[in-house]
């Protein structure tokens, strides 16, 4: 079951006040709606198809990728980013239309409008080239691609109980909850872009006194609520390096070295404090592998997979606000005092929880999902088995397009083996089912629940989509 | 002792209109018998009651046949009181010969236990809702949000008291004077009887289904038992046979308390039940044969009960085209629309009925029906249990609403429990009044008073929950349990416009 938001009973004058029928699911329903509140944010993927966004050519290359479904009401596409040693600019094409030529910055931002030209459902596939760069040195990071704005009627601000519990004042209560539902439900859930088994190194560099280093991850981080943290969890396979480890950067500034690892496996699930970030803004992630040092330069690259890159609600507080304590039934006399502040108490989570959607950006702003592609088949297919999109099912419903095969992966995962037994680095799940009935790009709305297993909160991936977004119903 | 002057009019409906068939014919044998319950050991115990009966010897009306199932009626008058309606129901069996006849009557309960039908899924209603002059009974109707009951009570042919001069000619009339206390999650009827289900349905709310003796199938809930101001005392004091209102009862009356009222602990299990998100919810691949131009209906069993169902994109009646599989016998596809097939879709809960037209002029086969839709599927069954071992017996277990489908979450189960506790932690003086003047006033599920010294009763007040009228010798009997001490709705905060500034209640589980 997803976080349930239960609907109540009709409300209706004349009969009484039931604690489990009434106040106890309002009660319950503001819980689970701080809790929907606080959702997982992955980070945006700013990795290039390379994969590394600081090795490029010297000429235009494709930058990334995206999608983003429209929605009624949505004006504004802002694509964000820095860029340094730049030469030229971006080139931004939605549907394969040039939309916009941005002039590059150290911080640039591009507000392109979409207030007409979409209907609902429709799926913008947004392209993002180099346009006369002639620097094969030049850096230019894309840190966030949404749309804007959201807006749902309907709210009603909760009354205050004072003594009198009229029908139509605790429909009011309800009624918030399910408001607060369907707004939050307004914002997609966007997948992780998952990476599998990248290479690290098996050397000290070029100089062969420094550290090995590569970048394994760039991407960014926003940080939807005052105690969110970073959430960063994969697997690390050192074949034959010494000593190894992983570096995390934030902003620029070092924000976590990991421990150092000899050979062997090791999983990664590191809690990292994004404090530093002001709410509801974003910041530059990267992740670093260090070869610290060798038996040899004959070594065989270390593997890291990342599977897990989202920000998350902290431990100092979850949920982040403090519930009203459950109101005892009969045969414990209450007085309409106590009544009335655990009624208010309700409203008042309802209403903070509503503040708390609109601070963070992660409910005012739809954004855009990273697509994986390839230059031709072969990277393709490569791609979409290196990178899928990874969800931690939170919801019921997944909206996804893309081009056959589609399929979805869950449950164990296979590693494949040559005919010597050595690990390929090919694997499957244990259940994959094919989403699509043709080659053809089709766009699909999955039920969850058709397929046996797959509860909440257990992770599964797409592999092929151009889009994928789960919605709470 | 004299008999108090009670003249009866009995009235049958052999055609469109109540004929009169009194006449002086009554031959002194008339019987009225019901109960708000079948469990005589516990008068409280919530569920349906048993039927409400009439036997009478009559005269043979010349020229009127009275089939069984003719509709009969029967109106009492005392001496200096008003009409009053005594029975309502039809004759099961007329057996008779030149002179005199026999008539076995049943009650509404059994038009009701022979209905059948199936009907949508009704999410977190009150099982059953108060009856007024405005509230929408129709399931046609706009703004319709009735119980399951009153949907039940509905299709029987039942219609609501309160509306009767709406209803000239209902079958029989209902009357829910307050909302269950309990709305469970999922209700729906799926081709039960009736009266069976509503009793389900009464139990899983904790109170009672029955058909009082004026004919009106009632629904009541349990904090109503104490509630409101006793308009009768029954008194052995001073009191003779023949002064109607004196509420004298013969010395054959007689006390008793049961063990099977009483409990220390209450268990009740449920079933949890969920709607879930859309998915395949029939997959049926019996090949039908359409020909040219007719109509076949088609008969689909779901294996959960459908909270929806998936239709066409932008469509609120019509399936999407690929839900149905039919092909002309050539192999090519038989569209939706004039040059293949229409259709339409009922949906309940438990069934969904097609009706496919062939609107082509060559014959259509079905392959398949593969239909989407959002079950409500069950959950891992558990149970609850609440109250306390008394330190000095083993305790009293008593076990409610067991395979009771209508009981489906934990706090459903905990309000239920909790409320059968609160009825049942006492055992209760039930009273069996015999040898009482007839008074047809008197009504199954009316609180009344009783004083009797050697009881040491003092206007204690007692719920009537059976009553046997025996116009042979002219004596009415009854039954009725003390509700001294049970919660009332007075006892709890009440949704509605009282402002309870300063007052400390209960809340209601």
């Known amino acids: ?473 | 002792m004299s008999i108090l002057a009670v003249t009866a009019q009995i009235e049958v409906k052999p055609a469109g209109a109540w004929v009169d068939i009194t006449n002086a014919t009554v031959r002194g044998s008339v019987r009225i018998s019901g109960a708000t319950t079948t469990n005589s050991d516990n008068p409280l115990a919530s569920g349906a009651s048993g039927d409400l009966t009439a036997d009478l010897d009559v005269m043979v009306a010349t020229g009127i046949t009275i089939a069984s199932s003719t509709p009969i009626r029967i109106t009492y008058t005392t001496a200096g009181s008003a009409a009053t309606r005594t029975f309502l129901g039809s004759v099961r069996d007329n057996q008779g010969n030149l002179t005199t006849a026999h008539l076995s009557c049943v009650s509404a309960r059994e038009t009701i236990a022979t209905t059948r039908g199936y009907s949508v899924a009704f999410y977190r209603r009150r099982a059953f809702t108060q009856t007024t002059t405005t509230s929408q009974e129709d399931p046609t109707g706009v703004g319709y949000q009735a119980g399951l009951g009153n949907w039940g009570f509905w299709q029987s042919g039942g219609r609501p008291l309160e509306q009767s001069g709406s209803y000239p000619d209902a079958a029989f009339y209902y009357s829910v004077p307050q909302h269950s206390l309990i709305a469970p999650e999922w209700s729906w009827l799926a081709g039960e009887s009736f009266w069976e289900q509503l009793g389900l349905l009464a139990e899983a709310c904790g109170g009672q289904v029955y058909v009082a003796r004026d004919g009106v199938v009632r629904y009541i809930q349990p904090l109503t038992y104490p509630s409101g101001s006793a308009l009768f005392t029954f008194s052995r004091s001073a009191a003779t046979y023949d002064q109607t209102s004196s509420g004298y009862f013969g010395p054959g009356s007689s006390y008793r308390f049961t063990s099977g009222q009483k409990a220390d602990l209450v268990v009740c299990p449920y079933e949890p039940r969920v709607a879930r998100p859309l998915q395949e919810v029939v997959s049926d691949d019996t090949v039908r044969q359409v020909p040219a131009g007719e109509t076949i209906e088609i008969i689909l069993e779901p294996k959960w009960p459908l909270k929806s169902l998936q239709y066409a994109s932008g469509s609120a009646t019509q399936l999407d085209p690929k839900a149905i599989v039919a092909r002309f016998y050539d192999g090519q596809s038989a569209p939706q629309g004039a040059s293949g097939y229409t259709h339409t879709v009922t949906l309940a809960a438990q069934r969904v009925t097609l009706t496919v037209t062939n609107a082509s002029s060559r014959p259509i086969q079905i392959t398949k029906i593969k239909l989407s839709g959002e079950p409500i599927v069950a959950g891992e069954p558990s149970s609850v249990t609440v109250g306390e071992t008394p330190p000095d017996r083993p305790p009293i277990k008593r076990t409610v609403c067991d395979g009771n489908p209508f009981v489906q979450s934990r706090s459903h189960a905990l309000f239920l429990a909790e409320l059968t506790l609160a009825l049942h932690k006492d055992e209760r003086m039930i009273l069996n009044l015999t040898d009482c003047p007839p008074d047809v006033l008197r009504i199954e599920g009316e609180t009344v008073n009783v004083t009797c010294a050697e009881w040491g009763l003092s206007a204690a007040p007692f719920l009537i929950t059976g009553l046997d009228r025996d116009q042979t010798n002219g004596r009415n009997h009854y039954e009725a349990v003390s509700v001294a001490g049970l919660p009332a709705d007075g006892d709890f905060f009440i949704v509605g416009s009282t402002n309870y500034t300063g007052l400390t209640k209960q809340l209601i589980w």
């Open chain 1, 1 to 473: 079951m997803p976080f349930a938001v239960e609907t109540l009973m009709p409300l209706v004058a004349g009969v009484p006040l039931s604690v489990s029928q009434v106040v106890e699911l309002l009660r319950q329903n503001a819980i689970a709606l701080d809790g929907l509140a606080y959702r997982d944010m992955p980070l945006f993927d700013s990795m290039a198809s390379n994969p590394s966004y600081d090795a490029h050519p010297s000429g235009d290359f494709l930058l990334g990728r995206w999608s983003l479904k429209y929605i009624s009401g949505l004006t504004s596409l802002i694509v964000t980013g820095t860029a340094s040693g730049s030469t030229g600019g971006l080139s931004i094409s939605i549907n394969s239309v040039l939309v916009a030529s941005v002039t590059l910055a150290g911080i640039w931002t591009e507000t392109i409008s979409i207030a007409s030209g979409y209907g609902a459902g429709d799926l913008l596939l947004i392209d993002v080239y180099t346009s006369g760069n002639t620097n094969k040195t030049s850096k230019i990071v894309v840190h966030d691609i949404y749309a804007t704005p959201l807006s749902l009627s309907g709210w009603t601000a909760p009354p205050t109980f004072t003594g009198g519990y009229a029908p139509d004042k605790l429909q009011i209560l309800a009624d918030d909850c399910d408001w607060l539902h369907r707004r939050m439900n307004m914002v997609p859930m966007l997948p992780t872009l998952a990476h599998y088994f990248r290479n690290g190194r098996n050397d000290l560099g070029n100089s062969g006194s420094g550290a090995g280093i590569i970048t394994q991850y760039t991407g960014s981080v926003l940080r939807p609520a005052a105690n969110s943290i970073l959430r960063i969890a994969g697997w690390a396979n050192i074949l034959t390096n010494l000593t190894e480890r992983i570096k995390v950067y934030l902003g620029g500034s070092l924000a976590y070295t990991g421990t150092t690892w000899t050979p062997g496996g090791y999983e990664i699930n590191v809690p990292i404090d994004i404090s530093s970030i002001a709410v509801g803004t974003r910041a530059e992630l990267r992740i670093q592998s260090e070869v610290l040092s060798v038996a040899n330069n004959l070594g065989e690259d270390s593997r890291y997979s990342f599977i897990t890159l989202q920000t998350e609600a902290g431990g100092a507080g979850y949920p982040a606000q403090t519930p009203p304590a459950p109101i005892l039934p009969r045969p414990a006399n209450t007085s309409a005092t106590t009544l009335n502040a655990a009624l208010n108490a309700i409203g008042a989570m309802l209403t903070a929880t509503k503040t708390t959607i609109e601070a963070s950006t992660a409910f005012t702003r739809i954004r855009a999902c990273r697509r994986v592609y390839g230059y031709d088949q072969h990277d393709w297919s490569k791609f979409t088995r290196a990178h899928p999109h990874r969800f931690k099912r939170r919801g019921d419903v997944l909206d996804v397009t893309g081009k056959g095969p589609l399929i979805l992966g869950y449950g164990n995962q296979i590693m494949e083996t040559d005919d010597d037994g050595h690990r390929t680095y090919a694997y499957t799940f244990e259940h994959e089912e094919s989403l699509t009935d043709s080659n053809l790009v089709e766009t699909k709305t999955i039920y969850l629940d058709n397929f046996a297993g797959l509860e909440v909160g257990m992770p599964y991936h797409i592999f092929g989509a151009d889009y994928a977004a789960e919605r709470l119903f």
